[in-house]
């Protein structure tokens, strides 16, 4: 069973996988283009500029330049709604699902460098403390 991380473990793992997204090759997104690029992709669908605004509370146009950023990117694409030609829906790409993999990947390398530094420091920690004892 795994165990669960501290709060400053998260934060590092946070930490790591930001460090690795900024380092590869590619373009960088924005903290707000990386919370609609996520919620498209690990959230059940249809996904409007509406809804999307409304789960992150955030205004329409913001919404909307992220998105003109991500279809840049080929990592998401609008599409009218043929059932309300009114309603804009947001779609996922393959480009944007291997991104996705990719990031599931760094997050997993974060998590096992945090673990680590973690048990790491507890051994160095204890060591001390035999030492002073």
Not at 109 to 119: G, M, P, Q, S, V
């Amino acid at each position: 069973m795994p165990v669960p991380n501290a709060p400053d473990q998260l934060l590092g793992i946070l930490r790591e996988t930001i460090v690795a997204l900024v380092r590869r090759d590619g373009h960088d997104l924005s903290a707000r283009q990386l919370a609609v690029f996520l919620t498209v992709y690990m959230s059940e669908g249809p996904h409007t500029v509406r809804g999307l605004a409304a789960t992150l509370n955030v205004s329409k146009p913001a919404i909307t330049r992220a998105l003109d950023r991500l279809g840049e990117l080929d990592l998401a694409r609008r599409k009218t709604d043929p059932q309300d030609r009114r309603s804009v829906l947001v779609q996922r790409t393959a480009k944007g699902n291997g991104f996705v993999r990719e990031i599931r990947g760094m997050l997993v390398e974060a998590d096992k460098a945090t673990r680590t530094l973690a048990l790491s420091e507890a051994a160095n920690s204890e060591n001390a403390t035999r030492k002073a004892g």
